[in-house]
């Protein structure tokens, strides 16, 4: 559609003078040029959500006249998949991110109202550089609106394993959170800029970076939640390639809502948060670029062209080589006071905080790149895959754990003393005793890695009660408590919820691989199943085989697993059945058939696994939270 | 009385078959282990060599987790060799040599691969100490 | 300086990244290259009652591929293998991967049958053994039963001349000057 293609390259040339036009009236000083910033990001905004739109209404009316429609769409596939699949391929995906960015950019403009136009120019003029250069991507070599070269009755079908409410949330959320963090990269580099960076300026840009964290935690956990039930057998991380990209921009947002804190208090560490805010968006870049590249053996394959690859390695290369480079020449302009800082201070711990999460950062991306080093070095092939992630990160998970409780103990601008000390023995003792006795009284074996990662999770809630009570005791009331550190106890409190549910997930899941007839039963943890028929299965654009499960010979519990044949991708996968419990998860997945009336079933049970997805979606209330008690607290400035 | 005693019998007999049918293992109809271990040391090991282990069909999944034909192959070429006594270094040993490192998720601790092994823990020692030393100047500094 | 260390990496992770779009993930190189065939027994697909071991492959260069009836990359490959066979230019055997004996023995007979020798592999061990991981792949073994190249995937004239014939071509060499000098 010429235009649809038109929207984009108006949007193009918008995108150039709204990173233009800004810092040109800076340069030159004709102030009154500013005027044209909000006009222009609305204008692209509008062009590009029209874009997308139409891109939608061509998915819905099926018209496989477009090479992208055809190769991602099918009429039988229902109509909200079919609205899905344009962010099911690559070319789709692009323009959703292009539309992101335009959406942050609108946020921006919108919501941040305490900024002068003057600074605010200089980050929409960042957003402008950053939508021009995908946009140009789109016109060239990812265009979403190109005809097919030959017709086709009907297109071949989006993926199965997309086919899933999963692909409803999951990338825009993800996209949500990778391209917010692009607002935080402009609000970097815009400091730079502007030769300014000092406690308001955080406060500025710590909402937005929350708020891109917040997005960005949603998307991995309705990630990992999806993987769950669809991909995997009861797995919900496999540290594929794919995961990592979009674990390491997480791990540099974490580091970098919490370094931003120290520069708001203190003025601290500003180097070191402007490397980060770069450091963040790279990662993104360099995730975007290693699912859509091929280079990397993942699940998530996108259609692999090496053009492609080219143009968004030149992408990363502009977009973080200027930003690298106004670095190096601007930074020395920023004013650095000096203070003092004690070693047991929360500041020290915010540091350490950031030094273990960047050695993370280093050891996943090391550990994701690594056969890809050797490839090129031509020393061979080899794989780096959980096992090693497993073994790397915990001594870092425990130490992280440790510290994140430990924090909790040492307010702002107090120091530690041999109270402290004390109590920080006590508190410890006690998790670590709890954690043993819990143990020993559900479970037959005592296991030492469960010991102390139960017993770090349990030292967290504690120190989480003790400041409770000590708060009370100060007579501070409940909703004071919660104005100030509300965010920090939540958000920690989810991360203690979700190191519960991995630990004990991960050693006390069971699992039975068996042949059942009908009429057989299996048991499993205490669980009688019962494997009662197996019925033919008919969907829109699928056929299979579902059994029917009884569980405990209950006459209202059923598990049915299904096999689905989709022929137009010729691919089969089996869908799971969960029966979903706050302590407990049971999770049968139904193979292949072995004759006649026999079937291969996997059955599972997971205690505890839902809490992983409890403690992440708590990291997001707390991280909600944080935004909207800054909002009050910005009155102030 | 003739009529009772048979009775008694027919009772007598009925019940036996009764609790023979039962008890017996054809009532409760149980499925069939796809991989029958003689202990659980065997077992967990079965279970970790498979999951560290690459198919070379789905590149992505495990063995564990892959149905394809050379996993299953794999699969059930391990579960002869564990049942055979094998160590889980013999198995290893003999899959890498057929189908190289790749093969493998948990990467040796080779020459080649010291790098990987080590860097996260000497860079944390590096930052810290550095960190340490900054923290003593900055003080000694005031 | 320190201001430009990160510019540094940045470069040093591009150049790695920038590599990576030349190199095909999936291909595996065989770690069997110069090491001998394993030993093995087996029946011959054609002939039920021959039993082949490892000692066919010695005295004479072979080229083993390993096929499947169900394989449909497999016939394509066919013409290529029958016309090495009418030439006479090298030993060629099969090495027939879990397969079902009609359906093999059936496709030769509408594919043709290029193999001097085919190894009946129905359960898949000697593939594994010899580090197989899909259909087809081709081996080029010396006349002293070692594994000089392998080929995953279709094998081309391309791939015959400027990968296996160079290498029999350069061994040959090497035996006639050792034998004139």
Redesign the interface.
């Known amino acids: 559609m010429a235009f649809s293609y038109a929207l984009l390259l108006g949007a193009f040339f918008l995108a150039l003078l709204q990173c233009g036009i800004p810092l040109a009236s800076l340069y030159y000083q004709r102030l009154k040029w500013l005027k044209w910033v909000k006009p222009l990001s609305w204008s692209q905004f509008i062009l590009v959500a029209l874009a997308i739109i139409s891109l939608a209404y061509v998915f819905l009316g099926n018209d496989f006249s477009f090479a992208y429609v055809a190769q991602n769409s099918n009429s039988n596939l229902p109509w909200f998949y079919r609205v899905c699949a344009v962010w099911g391929g690559h070319e789709g995906s692009i323009l959703l991110w292009v539309f992101i960015l335009n959406l942050w950019t609108v946020a921006v403009i919108v919501l941040e109202l305490s900024m002068e136009l003057a600074l605010l120019a200089r980050v929409v003029a960042v957003l402008g550089f950053i939508s021009a250069g995908f946009l140009l991507f789109l016109l060239t070599l990812s265009d979403p609106f190109s005809l097919a070269t030959q017709s086709v009755m009907d297109g071949r079908d989006l993926n199965p394993l997309l086919q899933d409410p999963g692909l409803i949330i999951h990338p825009p959320l993800l996209y949500m959170g990778y391209v917010g963090f692009s607002v935080s990269f402009a609000f970097a580099v815009a400091a730079l800029l502007s030769g300014r960076f000092d406690k308001q300026w955080a406060s500025w840009m710590r909402p937005w970076t929350l708020a891109a964290w917040c997005f960005l935690t949603w998307g991995i956990v309705s990630g990992s939640w999806w993987a769950y039930r669809v991909l995997g057998w009861g797995g919900w991380w496999f540290w594929d390639p794919v995961e990592n990209a979009s674990l390491l921009p997480w791990l540099a947002g974490t580091a970098l809502i919490h370094s931003l804190l120290v520069v708001e208090k203190q003025e601290l560490l500003k180097t070191w948060v402007i490397l980060l805010a770069i450091l963040t968006f790279a990662l993104s870049l360099i995730g975007t670029f290693i699912v859509r590249s091929g280079i990397l053996i993942s699940v998530h394959a996108f259609a692999v062209d090496p053009w492609r690859g080219v143009f968004m390695l030149c992408l990363l290369v502009v977009l973080i080589g200027t930003a690298l480079c106004i670095y190096a020449f601007k930074i020395q302009n920023l004013k650095r006071p000096i203070v003092h800082v004690s070693f047991f201070s929360r500041t020290a711990l915010l540091i350490m905080n950031n030094i273990l999460l960047s050695v993370v950062i280093f050891t996943v991306l090391l550990g994701t790149l690594y056969p890809l080093i050797i490839e090129v070095l031509g020393f061979g092939k080899l794989s780096v895959g959980a096992p090693y992630f497993n073994i790397v990160f915990t001594p870092f998970a425990i130490l992280l754990l440790f510290f994140m409780g430990l924090s909790y103990l040492i307010p702002w601008k107090q120091n530690v003393c041999a109270d402290v000390f004390k109590k920080i023995i006590n508190i410890l003792l006690s998790s670590f005793s709890l954690s043993f006795v819990l143990i020993i009284l559900f479970s037959k074996e005592m296991q030492w890695q469960v010991l102390i990662g139960l017993g770090l999770a349990l030292w967290i809630i504690i120190n989480t009660l003790q400041l409770l009570i000590a708060s009370f005791k100060k007579k501070l009331s409940l909703k004071n408590i919660f104005k100030t550190q509300g965010a920090m106890l939540i958000a920690h409190l989810g991360v203690a919820i979700l190191a519960i549910g991995i630990i004990l997930s991960s050693y006390y899941s069971l699992e039975r691989n068996v042949r059942m007839s009908i009429g057989d039963n299996v048991s499993l943890a205490g669980y009688h199943f019962k494997l009662l028929q197996v019925y033919a299965l008919q969907g829109q654009n699928y056929t299979g085989a579902v059994a029917n499960i009884q569980v405990n010979h209950q006459s209202n519990h059923f598990l049915r697993p299904q096999l689905r044949y989709y022929p137009i991708t010729d691919v089969m996968i089996s869908k799971p059945a969960i029966a979903m419990g706050v302590w407990r998860d049971l999770y049968v997945s139904l193979a292949e058939p072995v004759g006649k009336q026999t079937w291969t079933l996997r059955f599972y049970y997971k205690p505890f696994v839902r809490w992983i997805w409890m403690g992440g979606l708590c990291m997001i209330l707390g991280g909600l939270w944080a935004i909207l008690s800054r909002h009050n607290k910005r009155n102030k400035y | 009385m003739l009529y009772s005693k048979k009775f008694l019998i027919l009772f007598s007999l009925s019940g036996i078959l009764g609790f023979i049918i039962f008890f017996s293992p054809l009532a409760?109809?149980?499925?069939?282990?796809?991989?029958v271990f003689n202990s659980t040391q065997k077992k967990s090991q079965f279970?970790e060599i498979i999951?560290?282990m690459?198919c070379?069909?789905c590149?992505?999944?495990?063995l564990?987790?892959s149905?394809a034909?050379?996993a299953k192959?794999?699969r059930l070429?391990i579960y002869r060799r564990i049942r055979n006594g094998e160590s889980t270094y013999q198995i290893r040993n003999y899959l890498?040599?057929?189908?190289?490192?790749?093969?493998?998720?948990?990467?040796?601790f080779s020459h080649?691969?010291y790098?990987?092994?080590l860097?996260?823990?000497i860079?944390?020692l590096i930052?810290?100490f550095i960190?340490l030393l900054k923290?003593k100047k900055?003080?000694n500094?005031? | 300086m320190r201001y430009i260390f990160p510019l540094i990496t940045l470069f040093i992770i591009v150049y790695f990244l920038w590599q990576g779009l030349a190199k095909d993930p999936s291909l595996l190189p065989s770690p069997l290259i110069n090491q001998a065939v394993p030993e093995f027994s087996a029946n011959d697909l054609l002939k039920k009652s021959t039993r082949l071991r490892k000692k066919i492959f010695l005295q004479h260069w072979t080229l083993l591929v390993v096929w499947s009836s169900w394989c449909v990359t497999c016939s394509k490959e066919q013409s290529f293998l029958l016309s090495l066979q009418k030439h006479h230019i090298i030993t060629i055997y099969g090495l027939n991967y879990r397969d079902d004996l009609r359906h093999a023995q059936l496709w030769l007979r509408q594919q043709g049958n290029p193999f001097q020798k085919i190894i009946f592999d129905p359960q898949g061990m000697l593939a594994i053994d010899l580090g197989v991981y899909g259909v087809p792949e081709s081996y080029l073994i010396d006349p002293q039963g070692i594994i000089r190249y392998k080929q995953i995937g279709l094998l081309t004239a391309n791939v015959w001349t400027q990968q296996m014939a160079i290498l029999i071509n350069q061994s040959n060499k090497i035996l006639n000057h050792t034998y004139e000098g």
């Open positions: 409760l109809s149980e499925s069939s282990e796809l991989y279970e999951h560290e690459r070379l069909v590149q992505n999944q495990n564990a987790d149905n034909l050379l192959d794999l070429m890498i040599s057929r189908y190289g490192d790749f093969i493998t998720f948990r990467p040796p080649l691969t790098y990987l092994w860097s996260p823990f860079l944390l930052i810290f960190f923290m900055f003080n500094d005031l």
